[in-house]
């Protein structure tokens, strides 16, 4: 499998499976992607658009977000996509919103929060007050991340869903303030909620991989000392993001999604290493712990994801060698303390 360009990978990243088709029977009408234009919202929306249209379904899927760069906005829009410009802290802009028995919440800030973590709060834990509001009666997948999780020993396999939250500074804090946000709104409004917990997804622009083969490339030192990681295709995170429309409930279903491997850094680095034909440059030594997720219970209940990672591997450094654009937005994977 090759990727010859960014089209070819964002169809690939788009595209549903027979999974996302049943859930999606049994959660009828439109969907609201609201903060659409990051990362993963194009590739969501347009499954999403893909997945109805496979249906014979003329509901619409509507994406959401302030959409600073017009060409993401009329490439959603070309696939049938519609978009709605919105500040998502205007709470009359918020109300005008178009109602949706199916919202997937995806906005959010991480990077940034070091020097403006009042920013960060506000995206993190007051859009999420408004759009709770806002959907009270819809189905709403909520993104959030492993970070609520603290640094767990690697021979455990990684935080599962029961144990408790410990976030390690104001990005994971604020993130668990979304978290108790839309379980606030469920309790009192009975609003469905799933609660995925992301960690990390790798499309061949952007992700840890990326992060590692890039630092190769340019002859710059890997840190180790964060040694382990959990990785996972996007198609696949958005694939299951969309199933869990059909597992939204009161109380919220939680569910961390992420491959069900141990990464090693080093090893990663090693292999890419070896694709890229340059030594890696590694410093420091691997800790006895790392941010890390077990996703036990998303593979019980979607399967394994469709990519392996030493599939994506060597994706990743096919796109590399061929000079294809990255996104340059580095995980900052390698955090221990927190700030970002």
């Known amino acids: 499998m090759t990727f010859t360009s960014e089209a070819a990978l964002e169809d690939a990243l788009s595209a549903p ?40 379904r003329r509901d619409r899927v509507v994406a959401v977000s302030r959409f600073s760069h017009a060409s993401g906005e009329r490439a959603l829009n070309e696939h049938g996509i519609e978009t709605i410009r919105c500040d998502l802290l ?71 869903e029961g144990d408790l939250p410990s976030p390690v500074g104001e990005y994971a804090m604020s993130c668990l303030g979304r978290e108790r946000i839309f379980e606030d ?32 490339v340019r002859g710059e030192a890997i840190d180790l000392r964060m040694g382990y990681a959990n990785v996972i295709w996007q198609g696949d995170a958005n694939d ?23 990464l090693s850094v080093r090893t990663m680095a090693a292999r890419l290493g070896e694709l890229l034909g340059r ?33 994506l591997i060597e994706l990743v450094a096919a796109w590399q060698l061929a000079g294809k654009p990255v996104l340059g937005k580095p995980t900052h994977f390698e955090e221990r303390t927190g700030a970002f």
């Open 17 to 56: 499976s027979p999974g996302t088709l049943d859930a999606l029977r049994s959660t009828p009408g439109d969907i609201v992607v609201l903060g659409a234009a990051g990362k993963m919202g194009p590739t969501l929306a347009r499954m999403a658009r893909r997945a109805l249209d496979a249906l014979g």
């Open 90 to 160: 205007d709470r009359n802009a918020v109300a005008a919103l178009p109602d949706a028995p199916n919202v997937v919440f995806m906005a959010g800030q991480k990077f940034g929060t070091r020097d403006a973590p009042s920013a960060t709060w506000a995206m993190n834990v007051v859009v999420p007050a408004m759009a709770a509001e806002r959907y009270a009666a819809s189905r709403i997948v909520a993104f959030s991340t492993g970070n609520v999780y603290p640094l767990t020993p690697v021979a455990t396999g990684g935080a599962r």
């Open 185 to 216: 709104a469920s309790a009192r409004r009975g609003t469905r909620v799933a609660i995925v917990r992301l960690n990390y997804a790798v499309d061949l622009r952007y992700g840890v991989l990326v992060d590692i083969a890039q630092r190769i």
């Open 240 to 262: 299951w993001a969309l199933r869990c429309l059909a597992h939204a409930s009161a109380p919220p279903f939680v569910v961390n999604v992420t491959g069900r491997e141990t």
């Open 279 to 311: 030594a890696p440059v590694l410093t420091g030594m691997e800790a006895p712990d790392a941010l890390l997720s077990n996703a036990a219970l998303a593979h019980s209940m979607f399967g394994e994801p469709s990519m392996s990672t030493s599939t």
